[in-house]
C-alpha cells in the first residue's frame, strides 16, 4: 500500500522561500511519475507541477512557473518542491501524490497523505 508522508512547509513573508519534502514508501518510487498539489482554504485542491520518473521532464502550473522547481531522489524514494519568491496567494496545503501514469491527474488508487501546511504573510 502507497504511502506519502509531505513535510517541510512552515509560515514564511512574501518573497521568501521553502522546500518541500515527500517520502514515499509501499511501491517502486521511480516506477511513476509523481505530483505536487494544493489545496487553499475555501477552495479545490489543484495541480502545482509533475515530474517523470527519472526526472528527465517536469511540468508546472502556470501560476507556478520560474518560482518553482520540482525533484526527485530515487535513491531515497524522496520528492521535492523548492518554491521560492513566495507570494500570499501560494497559501495552502500542499501535497503529493503519484499520478495516473504519465498525466496531470493523481493516481486514485492512492491515498492522500496530511499534506504540509505552508502560510504567506504579505
Known amino acids: 500500500q502507497v504511502q506519502v508522508v509531505e513535510s517541510g512547509g512552515g509560515v514564511v513573508k512574501a518573497g521568501g522561500s521553502l522546500r518541500l519534502s515527500c517520502a514515499y514508501s509501499g511501491d517502486i518510487f521511480n516506477d511513476h511519475t509523481m505530483a505536487w498539489f494544493r489545496e487553499a482554504p475555501g477552495k479545490e485542491r489543484e495541480f502545482v507541477a509533475t515530474i517523470t520518473w527519472n526526472g528527465g521532464s517536469t511540468y508546472y502550473a502556470d501560476f507556478v512557473k520560474d518560482r518553482f522547481t520540482i525533484s526527485r531522489d530515487n535513491t531515497k524514494n524522496m520528492l521535492f518542491l523548492q518554491m521560492n519568491n513566495l507570494k500570499p496567494e501560494d497559501t495552502a496545503t500542499y501535497y503529493c501524490?503519484?499520478?495516473?501514469?504519465?498525466?496531470?491527474?493523481?493516481?486514485?488508487?492512492?491515498?492522500w497523505g496530511q499534506g504540509t501546511r505552508v502560510t504567506v504573510s504579505s
Open positions: 501524490i503519484n499520478t495516473w501514469g504519465d498525466s496531470t491527474y493523481p493516481d486514485p488508487n492512492t491515498a
